[in-house]
């Protein structure tokens, strides 16, 4: 071949090579092997070749165009920023702070199981068809809500608790049961001795507001340790926690469940639970039933005054410059309308607003001042060596009156301090008579009377209730005195012999 074609071919060779050598470069690939030209000995690639090989890693993955080292990193993207000024702030929610609505701190403390009985609803119903019942439950309760509250968060007890005197007197501090259960939480006489309320002809702490709300709690704080159960707690608080354990036993010894919806229970008790869950259904959520609950400001609403001395309710009121129907609500205890002062001072309750005014007109008041214009009684504490009839003796008043008046009867004794009411000359002892009705004195209630009827095979006592209309009713008096008339006997005249003629003398 000559020379020349020879060259020819291998500058072609050559040109051919670096051709591809520079295809790789541009797409990042190396080739295991350069390439050989062609009529290379194999002496020469022995001598060109790398004495050991390396097998090389996978190479990374780079982006075409760019060469592998050579690409800038890509910045990580910033945290957006949300908020453009302090205003907008989301600031966390602190949930040690109380809310302004009682409501809603009631709502945060429920934690009762919920009972899903078919008497729930039932009872949702009756409430909401008795928007106006509702409204004065409530309007009465805002007094006392506050305070019930706070004893209950300091036992550690579930909120649901302050619905109870709903269920129980609709917040009526002076409603009495046919039982006679009386004030918020309807305590019985026996039970209310056994926790420490007194019951006398002065006072009945059953209608205490802080008394029987702490005899209360410590009684359903006991009866729920008994039974580990909320529902049965509140029927043996209805029921009594003996008949509520017998019912317990009864149902294990059948083999049947043991809760509150499977015992057998009066009707009562069977009521019970299921009006106190309709009420917090309620409460829980009024928008869903159309109930617009008023605000109850969750502060204190009254305050306990322990320095006040002995005087009767209408001068409280005058002092603190509140109506009397307010101190009468907030001491519904007294069955007088005076407030004695005892150790460490009388027991008054008044708003907490009227603390400080009280305070101010009690330290400028003259105690020994002559009662109010209009007032119907005043009082009067017996000094040291003073007796009933130095009162008598005082005032002009008779004792059968006096006693009357305080509710004494008529062989208890009375010593030096001693507050009596000593009613005026032209008052009356009756609520008419007395000027102010709300003013006058609790001369005691009427009690109702009853009689034993067997009704479904159990007996009760029903109410006998007098008369009422036109109907003359005459009393048994006047039938024993017309008896005798209409059978009076018959009295048949007798004839008396005719007088014999004289006989002549012959």
């Given amino acids: ?178 039982a006679k259960a009386s004030g918020l939480w309807q305590f019985i006489p026996s039970t209310g001795k056994l926790y420490g309320l007194e019951q006398n002809a002065q006072r009945d702490d059953r209608r205490d507001i802080v008394a029987s709300t702490a005899a209360a709690l410590e009684y359903l704080q006991r009866i729920y340790e008994m039974h580990g159960d909320w529902h049965l707690a509140l029927a043996s608080y209805n029921w009594g926690e003996g008949a509520v354990g017998r019912a317990v036993m009864r149902n294990q010894a059948a083999g049947l469940p043991t809760d509150y919806a499977s015992l057998n229970m009066p009707n009562e008790t069977r009521h019970y639970v299921p009006k106190l869950q309709a009420l917090k259904n309620i409460i829980a959520q009024p928008e869903l039933f159309g109930i617009e609950l008023d605000t109850v400001e969750n502060k204190p609403y009254f305050t306990l005054v322990a320095e006040a001395p002995t ?29 004695r002062a005892g150790e460490g001072g009388a027991q008054l309750v008044l708003p907490s607003h009227a603390v400080d005014t009280f305070m101010s007109n009690l330290s400028n008041r003259d105690a020994d001042a002559a009662p109010a214009a209009g007032a119907p009684w005043r009082t009067y504490t017996l000094g040291p060596k003073e007796t009933l009839a130095t009162v008598i003796r005082r005032f002009g008043v008779t004792e059968w009156r006096l006693r009357r008046f305080n509710g004494l009867s008529p062989t208890v004794k009375i010593g030096p301090g001693t507050t009596l009411l000593v009613p005026d000359e032209n008052s009356s002892l009756s609520l008419d008579g007395a000027g102010n009705a709300e003013e006058a004195p609790r001369l005691g209630v009427t009690k109702p009377k009853y009689k034993r009827v067997k009704r479904n095979g159990r007996w009760v006592n029903v109410p006998i209730t007098p008369p009422s209309g036109n109907k003359a009713v005459k009393p048994a008096v006047q039938k024993k005195t017309a008896a005798p008339a209409a059978k009076k006997k018959a009295v048949i005249p007798v004839k008396k012999p005719a007088a014999k003629k004289p006989t002549p003398k012959k």
Wanted: net charge negative.
């Fill in 311 to 339: 005087m009767d309710l209408a001068t409280a009121a005058r002092l603190a410059d509140v109506p009397v129907a307010e101190i009468k609500a907030l001491n519904p205890q007294h069955k007088r309308p005076v407030i």
């Fill in 1 to 178: 071949m000559p020379h020349f074609i020879v060259s020819l071919l291998r500058r072609s060779l050559l040109v051919l090579a670096a051709a591809t050598l520079a295809g790789c470069a541009a797409t990042g690939v190396v080739p295991e092997e350069p390439a050989e030209p062609p009529g290379a000995s194999a002496g020469a690639r022995t001598v060109e070749r790398p004495a050991a090989r390396r097998t090389p890693e996978a190479p990374a993955r780079t982006t075409p165009g760019i060469k592998p080292g050579k690409a800038e990193p890509i910045p990580f993207p910033q945290p957006t920023e949300v908020i453009a000024n302090e205003e907008e702030a989301i600031r966390p929610i602190d949930l040690t702070v109380p809310p302004d609505d009682l409501w809603e701190r009631i709502r945060k403390g429920f934690g009762m199981a919920d009972l899903d009985h078919p008497l729930v609803a039932e009872h949702q119903a009756w409430y909401l068809n008795r928007p106006d019942y509702f409204r004065r439950m409530t309007e009465r309760g805002r007094r006392y809500m506050f305070h019930i509250v706070e004893e209950i968060e300091k036992r550690g007890l579930p909120t649901e608790l302050a619905l109870l005197p709903m269920v129980e007197s609709a917040y009526n501090p002076e409603a009495l049961s046919v």
